[in-house]
């Protein structure tokens, strides 16, 4: 889901690592609007927030019943950073070592700027304190953040990047082999094809796909062209032309079963 930055206030937002039980609510729903799909969701609309005095608070642990939640996006010491905010995060395990986890998340520098960065953190002790090293290119509109980890306990995130100069949309994967603490970028910029609300899913059976990436995208992309989706043989340095997607299915998710065979899910449709 995306947030826009009209829906942020002051209030420091963190990303949190624990699951929420929340009580079913007997209310109706208030009725929801469909964004239309011939534009853009995301819209390089400001540019970079302004350097600042950085002033911080105690970092942000929350009690809910036997779950507790830690502040990922802290500073070097620990502490939470006034004025900046963090959403839409995606994490991943390290399936080697369960203590091992990486998060991503849109990296707002301030609250008073809808300009947003690919930011990430890492943690070592099973989620209890975080290391946030930063963004991956300072001063890069990037968005829509997508981890995942493969059986050999090696990171990847696939990040939206565009600017102010164009309404494409083209994605980047970068890996990390040592936990999530640095990150090398697979493909030059913008290679990886993608586009908008982008996700991805590996292959991790023993099958001839072993190894592969898949992703898929919203329309609004590299190509121009609707719905697509495409696939990495080689950890993301190179991507085979898209393939438009029948029937269309959008806010979608992938995932390969014990067998090998890849779905793609979505508001619409479903196939493999």
Not at 157 to 169: A, E, G, K, P, V
Not at 204 to 216: E, I, L, R, W
Request: glycine share 12%; proline share 6%; hydrophobic share 30%.
């Amino acid at each position: 889901m995306m947030i826009r930055f009209r829906m942020l206030n002051a209030t420091v937002f963190t990303c949190l690592l624990s699951l929420i039980a929340l009580s079913s609510a007997s209310a109706q729903l208030a009725p929801t609007t469909r964004a239309p799909r011939n534009v853009p969701l995301e819209t390089y609309d400001n540019p970079p927030a302004a350097p600042r005095k950085i002033e911080t608070t105690p970092r942000m642990v929350s009690q809910f019943g036997s779950f507790t939640s830690f502040q990922v996006n802290v500073d070097a010491s620990g502490n939470n950073i006034l004025g900046d905010a963090a959403n839409e995060c995606s994490i991943s395990v390290d399936p080697t070592n369960g203590s091992k986890m990486t998060i991503a998340w849109r990296q707002f520098n301030s609250v008073t700027s809808n300009f947003r960065q690919a930011g990430w953190g890492y943690t070592t002790d099973g989620g209890t304190h975080w290391t946030f090293p930063g963004v991956l290119q300072n001063g890069i509109f990037r968005s829509d953040p997508v981890t995942n980890s493969n059986e050999l306990g090696q990171f990847f995130y696939l990040s939206l990047q565009s600017d102010i100069n164009t309404s494409f949309f083209c994605d980047d994967l970068w890996r990390s082999t040592n936990g999530g603490q640095t990150w090398v970028e697979q493909s030059p910029d913008r290679g990886a094809g993608g586009g908008d609300k982008q996700w991805f899913t590996i292959d991790k059976t023993n099958g001839p796909g072993h190894g592969f990436q898949y992703q898929s995208d919203d329309g609004i992309n590299c190509s121009g062209g609707g719905v697509q989706f495409q696939r990495s043989t080689n950890g993301g340095v190179t991507w085979q032309n898209p393939i438009t997607i029948p029937h269309a299915p959008i806010y979608g998710t992938l995932d390969v079963d014990t067998n090998g065979n890849l779905f793609i899910g979505g508001e619409g449709s479903t196939f493999y």
